[in-house]
């Protein structure tokens, strides 16, 4: 009697199992080690970063695997997007930071390299979480100033998300408010502080309040010699309508509207004025 050959595979497969019990049949097709990234968690940047240090994370771990898969050695200053970033030249100290720290923790998976330490807490960052309408509203008492402000910081996050040039007092929503004539200076101003405070907040800069005697205050440090030049007018102008009992407007400040230089210089000029006039604003019209 012939036995079919299926039988007989299962009954060798069998006499094998028996006689080795501790042996596992391979399967067909064999085992891969788990793929990189699997475990997804470690990709995330943390929480507590901006919008151009969480795209600067992200980049660094795809540095890292180019790296990896070009049997380079890990060395962040190799990369040129690190070394250069195309980004504008106020985010890049926050975006570089990014980049080292997706870079470094890729690395840990790749080569094994030391898992970067966790970034020092920054309790002056989380509390700008919790309450940063609170200090960056100040002196803005009125629904229509309050309306404004909060229009104003969606606008600076669309900028800063499509990486657009700061340019708040051109925006549509500024120039033609949705509110009544007379609630229009109003609505202004706190869209200008909106712009300003967010804008701040989303490259990485610390919060205005508890700063000291604002004669004494320095410009960011990814101001460039005109934007600071702008930012000391900027809040000696605020001082100058605090002390004449003017509202805080801006752009009723002739230096503002027509800078005296240069005209391709403006738009630099102005950045840097907005950002000194209204944080000055927010002291001297919002109180400590």
Known sequence: MQVPRSLLISVVAL???????????????????EAYGQQRGWEEPPGEFNEAQRRGFHDGVEGA????????????????????????????????AGFRRGYETAASHLWGAPQPPPPPPDQD???????????????????????????GAEEARKDFQFQR???????????????????????????????????????????????????RWEAPERFSEIERRGFHDGIVGAQ??????????????????????SQQLWNEYREGFRHGYEMAAARLWGGR
């Open 15 to 33: 006499m094998v199992t028996v006689a080795n019990p501790g042996r596992i049949v391979a399967s067909p097709t064999p085992a891969q080690p």
């Open 65 to 96: 695997r180019r790296d990896y898969g070009n049997n380079r050695r890990p060395d962040v200053n190799n990369r040129e997007e690190y070394r250069d970033p195309h980004v504008e030249g106020e985010l890049r100290e926050a975006y570089r």
């Open 125 to 151: 960052r989380d509390r700008d979480r919790r309450d940063g309408d609170g200090w960056g509203m100040r002196g803005l008492s009125s629904e229509a100033e309050r309306q404004g402000y909060h229009e």
């Open 165 to 215: 040039r700061p340019d708040p007092d051109d925006k549509e929503e500024f120039r033609s408010p949705r509110v009544p004539p007379e609630l229009v200076g109003e609505f202004r101003e706190g869209f200008m502080r909106g712009y300003e405070v967010t804008r701040a907040q989303l490259v990485g800069e610390p919060s205005w309040q508890d700063r000291g005697d604002p004669d």
């Open 240 to 261: 100058r309508d605090f002390g004449n009992h003017r509202r805080p407007n801006v752009t009723n400040r002739e230096e503002y509207r027509e800078p005296n230089m």
